[in-house]
């Protein structure tokens, strides 16, 4: 047992390194890479600290090289589902009752292994099998991972010194008790530090795990996982399966364990996911947490006094970077005709100069798209809007998968502002653009609002004091994380608190104290110093 009132190691977003020429990180990377091309690895499951593999190998290969292979996943099957159930239950009393110092010791190591010693590796294979180029993965993979699992702990320590206040004569205390069962934690290919945070959230707070990554994000999660039990994280306490999503959830959501979702991911699957746990509301031995964050469909408005070269930056970045594979990317933007020409003037400009190909040569701005179903969503929706007379492409609208998923950034101006693409997430390098008149402004702060179900992002250009506010007051609903002159992407952990509402999810705030709350449930406790003995009041004396 452990006397005495720590204080955790203050966070610190951690600093991103440049990989410019000449740098000892380009270099090491570069390795890093060179290396993991070299070699096609097995990656099996982990139940219970066992490797686990099947007789179905799947292989896996770069978004931008498919024709190169990596290696091998291993994929199961609803028995393995049950497997990792049964690991995570086993522990799940000594987890909870190891001392929070302890599980906080963990995850602080973690961190720093991310960012030591395991910072080439966990880049690189983010770069190779999600195409990330190495900014984008420095800013996700290393960067926000090891940000999440530092202001985690110091966000856990603050959710445990609030404590209520207590009278003459007690002592009233409040105990952050970790759930009754387990989480499934499910996660998507796009961002690594979400895949880790996704599982390593709730295991902080003291609960047991069941994590489901992504099929195209297995290669980097198996860092993730080397990363975890090199901190010293117990056999059992987070275990990754491969199994298809809906054998896994068919299980997991009938099962009377079954205490909460951790999840990012698709609108439509998080859709039928709350059902299937509606649906087994009643076998359940406590309602479960239903944590998620799924689409968007972000936006970028200009005012008729915003910088016209401040709004194409924001939108070719916030648009394009990481292919637009980003909950947050902008793909639908408004711009005020007394400003569009030089807008589309500077966005052009720079678009002609991104270069889209392998992650491995530096120089290009842009990979590849994540795998053929997105490819061929993504040309679908380019190829019939080349055949739509009331939509022009203004740049790009190429795309070939000779040899990768590649698109051209791409560029649709449109007169519809209910056009498909600006209300349909798409999920890629796409950007709709619709042009309206400067004393249209109110009526087009209602078009925002209005056009989408979702809410994740947006951003708001402007020099104008009264038109920023005007636009922060008439989207308050419109997105949780909102953005004034700025690009509506690239939220950092304990900066920007990340999450949104309507069909883009909770809204708990991932990076933030208000997620780790999900995953605890509170006790209170109340000490009588002196308790009475006699049932009567003052009131019922006599005159």
């Known amino acids: 047992m452990y006397s005495g009132?720590?204080?955790?190691?203050?966070p610190y977003n951690d600093p991103i390194k440049s990989y410019a020429p000449g740098t000892p990180e380009r270099?090491?990377?570069?390795?890093?890479?060179?290396?993991?091309?070299?070699?096609?690895?097995?990656?099996p499951m982990v139940i219970g600290g066992q490797r686990i593999t099947t007789d179905n190998k799947i292989r896996i290969c770069p978004p931008h090289d498919i024709h190169h292979t990596l290696g091998y996943y291993y994929q199961g099957d609803a028995v393995h589902v049950n497997m990792a159930i049964d690991a995570a239950l086993r522990v799940r009393k000594r987890w909870q009752e190891l001392e929070w110092q302890d599980r906080a010791s963990i995850f602080l190591k973690a961190a720093d292994l991310i960012s030591g010693p395991y910072r080439a590796k966990i880049n690189a294979a983010t770069m190779l099998a999600q195409s990330k180029t190495i900014h984008q993965a420095e800013i996700d993979a290393a960067c926000e991972f090891a940000d999440f699992l530092r202001f985690n702990v110091s966000f856990m320590a603050d959710i445990y010194s609030q404590q209520p206040i207590s009278d003459h004569g007690m002592w009233n205390r409040i105990e952050y008790r970790p759930l009754e069962g387990f989480i499934y934690a499910l996660t998507p290919f796009n961002?690594?530090?979400?895949?880790?945070?996704?599982?390593?959230?709730?295991?902080?707070?003291?609960?047991?795990?069941?994590?489901?990554?992504?099929?195209?994000?297995?290669?980097?999660?198996?860092?993730?996982?080397?990363?975890?039990?090199?901190?010293?994280?117990?056999?059992?306490?987070?275990n990754m399966i491969f199994v298809p999503g809906p054998a896994a959830g068919k299980i997991l959501a009938a099962h009377p364990d079954f205490v909460g979702i951790h999840y990012t991911g698709s609108t439509e699957v998080f859709r039928k996911i709350w059902k299937a746990?509606?649906?087994?509301?009643?076998?359940h031995n406590t309602y479960p947490k239903i944590v998620g964050e799924t689409g968007g469909k972000d936006f970028v408005l200009?005012?008729?006094?915003?910088n016209p070269m401040a709004v194409a930056t924001g939108v070719v970045r916030g648009a394009f970077e990481y292919q637009g594979q980003k909950c947050s990317a902008a793909s639908r933007a408004y711009i005020p005709s007394n400003i569009w020409n030089e807008v589309k003037e500077y966005?052009?400009?720079?678009?002609?100069?991104?270069?889209?190909?392998?992650?491995?040569?530096?120089?290009?701005?842009m990979g590849a798209v994540i795998d053929e179903i997105s490819f061929d969503k993504l040309a679908g929706y380019i190829s019939d809007a080349k055949a739509d007379p009331s939509v022009e492409i203004i740049f790009g609208g190429n795309y070939d998968k000779t040899k990768g998923y590649f698109i051209e950034p791409t560029v649709i101006l449109t007169t519809d502002p209910h056009y498909v693409t600006m209300h349909h997430e798409l999920f890629g390098p796409v950007l709709t653009i619709y042009v309206y008149e400067p004393e249209n402004w109110n009526d087009v702060l209602h078009l925002i609002d209005t056009t989408t179900t979702y809410s994740l992002t947006g951003a708001v250009f402007a020099k104008d004091r009264?038109?920023?506010?005007?636009?922060?007051?008439?989207?308050?609903?419109?997105?949780?994380?909102?953005?004034i002159n700025d690009k509506p992407t690239g939220a950092v952990v304990g900066q920007q608190p990340f999450g949104g509402a309507r069909a883009s999810g909770t809204n708990d705030k991932s990076g933030s104290y208000l997620n780790?709350?999900?995953?605890?449930?509170?006790?209170?406790?109340?000490?009588?110093?002196?308790?009475?003995?006699?049932?009567?009041?003052?009131?019922?004396?006599?005159?």
Do not use: C
């Open 191 to 238: 961002f690594t530090a979400i895949a880790g945070n996704l599982s390593a959230a709730p295991a902080l707070m003291g609960n047991v795990v069941v994590w489901k990554p992504s099929n195209t994000q297995i290669y980097s999660a198996r860092v993730i996982m080397d990363i975890f039990e090199e901190a010293g994280l117990p056999d059992g306490v987070i």
């Open 466 to 483: 009264y038109a920023i506010e005007e636009a922060n007051f008439a989207l308050t609903n419109a997105a949780g994380n909102f953005y």
């Open 27 to 43: 270099a090491e990377v570069k390795e890093e890479l060179k290396r993991l091309r070299s070699m096609e690895i097995d990656v």
């Open 302 to 306: 200009a005012h008729s006094s915003a």
């Open 347 to 365: 966005m052009l400009r720079d678009l002609k100069t991104i270069k889209v190909g392998p992650v491995e040569d530096f120089r290009n701005f």
């Open 5 to 10: 009132f720590y204080s955790v190691p203050k």
């Open 516 to 543: 780790l709350l999900r995953w605890v449930s509170p006790r209170t406790i109340k000490e009588n110093f002196n308790p009475p003995v006699e049932y009567r009041y003052p009131f019922m004396d006599e005159e």
């Open 277 to 283: 746990i509606g649906e087994h509301v009643a076998v």
